[in-house]
């Protein structure tokens, strides 16, 4: 590799390959204060996808074989360390009272399967309008038993083109709008074995080293202060009962998705994020409907940071169809601007999404959206690009951005006296920065070595790349600021 200042790349390939693994190895990641942090005290950035997003269809179980689960090898080459993976109660429970174990062993296939290529799992309690038979039959996720009115009941679900404007059409779905009433207001018990359900996910979890956490209940539809913060309270307690690890992902009210300041009641547990969705790309060109990004990211820091909890983006992506508004709101663009963001302010989410079964008839198979970040034949499509992040952090971080047209990374960070002492305490873990930072996938050239590295000052860090050439890391020997630039060499 070509370096400057006199600086020697030493090659630590088995070091930092230890290094890497651990960082994901296990869910041994808390919440101090605003920041994710490991068990040494590196802040951690959590980077990845939701998946499968064919799953809300039944029979629900998309990766039930060997040969589907084998294509989930692809993950780590696009830096995922976190997959938010959808869990249907349909599936689980199908008739009240009684636990679809097959599906639960499915689910608990998959988890491993990810962990076993380094991604950790954030259960994700999925569903949209309550139900597939609301909604005029375009909806998902609560099993029929769970319908407490139905007036306009669907006997059969459709999820299928006539469903595009399904999140148009929700709040004036009159009988949906009444079932989350009667669901708040615990009608026939049906809240409670919601609660019932998670007191048991969580007692099955909470052992299991490839969980981070839980998502209490995607995009909920309800008032936050009076329904949905109290669920919240209520899914913490029994969830706290078995697990006191788990990191706990709350989400505002769909609609809130559009930039608005959430009315949530700060939580009373721990151990939380508020976990945000944001699809700005099909937003009103005059943000007559939707707040651009940035507004969204100014209300919602502030928000957190009165709370002194993270933020992460539970959801986020881009419709592949032409937008209508703006040019820079295609998908290539929009993206490339999302990231920017998060780089900016390293923050961490998992984009919507990855399907393992994407064709150009049905799309992501549900809804006819088009958000996958694969194609038919499993290639990357526009919505989606391979780029650097720091996974690890040890010490204070500084500024970190990506210049994805040169293809440059770079990164500034403070290692302290703490940080030393919290590498010589944990054999160097505590110390070492880890970054994604693939070769190939975003430097574009074929061999470590026709990289340009440059680490300022010259002294004080011994870097290498791990033997798969996808993570970078350094272990700090001495307390001071440094600065980190990757790109390829330049060709005279």
């Known amino acids: 590799m070509k370096t400057k200042h006199g600086w020697c790349l030493r090659v630590l390939v088995i070091l930092s390959l230890f290094f890497v693994q651990y960082v994901y190895s296990a869910s041994n990641i808390t ?18 996808l939701n998946l499968p997003i064919n799953a809300k269809m039944a029979p629900f179980t998309p990766l039930n074989d060997k040969k589907s689960l084998s ?30 174990m097959d599906y639960l062993n ?21 569903q949209d309008f309550y139900s597939r038979w609301l909604n005029l039959g375009c909806g998902e996720g609560f099993p ?54 998670w007191e048991y996910l969580a007692k099955t979890f909470a052992d299991n080293p490839a969980v981070i956490g839980y998502d209490i209940l995607n995009e909920p539809y309800g008032d936050e202060v009076s329904e949905i913060g109290p669920l919240y309270e209520d899914a913490a307690k029994r969830i706290r009962k078995h697990d006191q690890k788990a990191i706990l992902f709350i989400e505002p009210q769909i609609y809130k998705g559009a930039g ?17 969705h944001y699809y700005g790309q099909t937003r009103d060109p005059h943000k007559i409907i ?9 209300i919602w820091t502030n928000q957190t940071e009165a709370w002194d909890v993270p933020m992460f983006f539970g959801e986020f992506g881009a419709n592949t169809d032409k937008n209508p508004d703006n040019d820079d709101f295609q998908a290539p663009n929009y993206i490339s601007m999302f990231y920017d963001e998060l780089d900016a302010r390293l923050l961490g989410g998992t984009q919507w999404g990855w399907t393992d079964d994407y064709n150009d008839r049905t799309r992501d198979g549900w809804n ?20 650097p992040y720091p996974k690890a952090i040890a010490g204070i971080p500084g500024q970190f951005k990506v210049d994805s047209i040169e293809k440059v990374m770079e990164l500034s960070w ?29 430097f574009a050239v074929p061999h470590a070595n026709q990289l340009d590295i440059q680490v300022t000052p010259a002294t004080g860090l011994t870097c290498s790349y791990s033997a798969d050439w996808l993570t970078f890391s350094c272990l700090a020997s001495q307390a001071g600021g440094y600065t980190l630039v990757i790109q390829p060499q330049q060709i005279a």
């Open 106 to 126: 499915y689910y608990l296939t998959l988890v491993e399967t990810l962990y076993s290529q380094g991604i950790l799992t954030m259960v994700d309690m999925h």
């Open 414 to 442: 403070e290692v302290t006296a703490a940080t030393l002492a919290a590498g010589a305490a944990s054999g160097g873990r505590g110390a070492t920065t880890v970054l994604f930072a693939p070769v190939q996938g975003f």
């Open 260 to 276: 608005s300041k959430t009315n949530l009641p700060q939580p009373t547990f721990d151990n939380y994020a508020v976990a945000f």
């Open 368 to 387: 006819n959206e088009n958000f996958s970040i694969v194609d038919a034949r499993r290639n990357l499509r526009s919505n989606f690009a391979v780029r």
């Open 290 to 298: 939707v707040s651009s990004f940035e507004e969204a990211l100014t």
């Open 31 to 48: 919440i101090k204060g605003t920041e994710f942090v490991d068990d040494v005290g590196r802040i951690v950035v959590l980077r990845g």
């Open 71 to 100: 294509r989930l090898q692809t993950l780590p080459l696009y830096g995922t360390s976190i997959a938010r993976v959808l869990f249907t109660w349909e599936a689980f429970e199908p008739e009240r009272g009684q636990y679809n």
């Open 144 to 197: 029929r038993w769970a319908i407490l009115v139905d007036p306009i009941l669907q006997k059969n679900p459709f999820n299928g083109p006539r469903c595009v404007a399904w999140i148009l059409q929700g709040p004036f779905d009159v009988a949906g709008k009444l079932n989350w009433k009667l669901f708040y207001a615990g009608e026939n018990g049906v809240r409670d074995r919601f609660l019932d359900m």
